[in-house]
């Protein structure tokens, strides 16, 4: 804006007070002695014409008529500003200075409330090179307060006001203007109002969350009850809204510390989502079990149980690549999904697994024999308790195997009818009970194929990890993890293939052993060659079928074949016996001997005659002070364990082998968590035949 105007000039503005043609304007501001220049300009003597300097009240007048006049793009610099730390040209000085908030801190009320005032601001310092920095404020005050300034500047008076009052009509002020101005010198976010939320944290707080925040993840109405009588006397305790208030302010996680633990907690925390894109087939293979989620007839007497099933996963495709099916997760039955893999589709670089006891073993991670080196994989293990770092394994079982699972009518996992499930339980050991075998049950050839079938399915299903192409409907649609492992092929990749003259010998268990006089042994078993009498003396590598103990392949720690050994009696087994067999055995002998057990009890209490409890009288009976469960103590011997302190698997471990210390208590537990489909009550009744067990009654509290 200019400081000096021509009489037709000013005329031509029409101002209040003012004559309109330009004659009488010179006379006026002859009469009045307003300041004058000249300059050049048509219209004047020698090509020089008059300006005239009007009153500094007259000026106000031409400052907001400006104002009104003033295209948008003229006025708004200000909103066009990046949201990161920058200064605006003709807005801020060069030099950003620290502030207390940073841009990406910054709210939507605050952001909006800082641009605001940027504009306002940025509209005074224009004004202020025709009047000065007070007049244009005080133009830009009296403008906002009569509501004239233009639409976008007077409807950024009240965002730019964070404190614009209940009734929105507060408007701008002269020190606010200035503060804004010196503010605005330290960049963009030293103009955003503070955070007004009151952060003071009340007197009540540290004991409501000393009892909000507990595993057993009480309701706030419940620590409402009790927080009056932990607080001192002269804290007031809040009200339920005020304290529900408190807890909302709180991060998630800080509110969820204590009632979830460590490894819960990690659910609700920030995670690092891996890309696969770059990666190439058999890169990195996944394995894990999953015990399936449906009763199956088991292979050798029928009855039902939940199988386990291990997947090897190929990261880059999410192809499965291997799978084996058992009766419980084992070194023997990894080996196998994992022979399957290496023949079918390449051996990998890397095998990334968890810590269970199928995975980290000496069979596998042995540097001499363990199969990862005869191999030459890299074994890496995940963290403990940290399933969200293979989390591309665990929700493939989700995707095919849980899947599977819902198609049979004997599913238990956790979202089934619990009423069905109790029927579908009931049915299948009724049926074996009468019959010996359940329609509801499929034969375990059947599943194994089963199995076979969903797992191709899953390989020919779209998966959302992979990248989208477009078929040959034209319809685009995630890949499938075969196609994905097609076009690495057509691309040129090639795996690392198993020789077939390899297959048997490099799948083969190998133990150290000692050679002694032309003899090895191996599982209570001696092997016989006279080519290890050169040996006498010597560490060796035995390697054996894990189904055929006939003989056994003899190599020196070079892995050069020395010999066949082949089965020779011995004190201890004049059969030989396979390492499957003898684990077979030695767990039958349990079962038989905590069976034993039973039968015993039984024709202890067929033997033992009880008199008749004489009846007496409700009002003989002595009073006795009622004893709360939470009071009782269990007094335990030297050699007794605390039974209370046990986990589940090791509590019907020890009941396995001390039925004596069976109690109604512990039935209705167990058969509740048989009901909801847990996997470990489940195996162990399985594995120790205490199916019986539960629908028994405690004599004693019978009595």
Known sequence: MKTHYSCAEL??????????????????????????RQVPGKGGKGGMRTEYQPPKA?????????????????????????????????LFSSAVLPVAIRS????????????????????????AVLAGTEKAIQAVIALAANGELPAHLQAMVSVANAKSGVDGKRTLSRRSLYRWMKEA??????????????????????????????????????????LPSVLPSHITPPSYWAANRFIQKMSKVDVQQGRMGKREIKNIKPFVRRDTGEMWPADVYTADGHTFDAEVAHPAHGRPFRPEITTVLDIATRRVVGWSVDLAESTWSVLDALRHACIQHGIPAIFYVDNGSGFKNDAMSNESTGFMARLGIEITHSLPYNSQARGIEERSHKSFLV???????????????????????????????????????????????????????????????????????????????????????????????????EQLDLFRPYKLAKALRGEVRLFGNTYFDAALADHHGDTVRVGYDILDPHQVWVRDLQGRLICVA??????????????????????????????????????????????????????????????????????????????????DY??????AEHPEDWTDGFRSYFNKRASEGSRTINNALDEYNLWGELNKTDFRVAV
């Open 11 to 36: 005329a031509a503005m029409k101002l209040p007070g003012l004559p309109t043609t330009e004659k009488r304007l010179r006379d006026r501001v002859k009469s009045e002695g307003w300041a004058s």
């Open 58 to 90: 007259l000026l106000s007048s031409i400052i907001s008529q400006h104002i009104k006049s003033s295209p948008v793009s003229a006025v708004t610099p200000a909103l066009a500003l990046p949201s990161s730390e920058v200064t605006a040209a003709g």
């Open 104 to 127: 990406h801190e910054l709210k939507d009320w605050q952001r909006s409330s800082a641009e605001a005032r940027a504009a306002l601001i940025g509209e005074v310092r224009r004004l």
């Open 185 to 226: 010198e330290q960049g963009f976010t030293a103009l955003a109002p503070l955070q007004r939320e009151n952060l003071k944290v009340p007197a009540w707080a540290p004991a409501l969350l000393e009892l909000y925040q507990r595993p057993q993840k009480p309701a706030l109405k419940w620590v409402m009850e009790q």
């Open 403 to 501: 899947r599977a699972a819902k198609s049979l009518p004997t599913y238990m996992g956790a979202d089934m009818d619990r009423e069905a499930k109790q029927k579908a339980f009931k049915i299948t050991r009724a049926d074996i009970k009468t019959a010996g075998v359940s329609k509801l049950l499929m034969p375990w050839n059947a599943f194994v194929n089963f199995i076979s079938e969903e797992i191709e399915k899953a390989n020919n299903r779209e998966h959302r990890g992979l990248p989208k192409i477009r078929d040959a409907a034209g319809k685009l649609r995630h890949q499938t993890p075969n196609e994905a492992w097609e076009l690495a092929v057509s691309e040129g990749w090639k795996p690392t293939e198993v020789e077939a003259h």
């Open 566 to 647: 082949g089965f020779e009696a011995n004190k201890r087994s004049y059969f030989p016996q396979s390492f499957q067999d003898k684990a077979n055995e030695t767990r039958a002998k349990a079962r038989i001997k905590r069976a034993a057990a039973h039968i015993e009890e039984a024709e202890a209490e067929l033997s033992q005659t009880y008199d008749a409890l004489p009846f007496i009288e409700a009002n003989t009976l002595p009073s006795m002070p009622v004893v709360l469960a939470e009071t009782m103590q269990i007094t335990e011997s030297a050699t007794r364990p605390n039974l209370s302190t046990m986990g």
């Open 650 to 655: 090791t509590l019907l471990t020890w009941l």
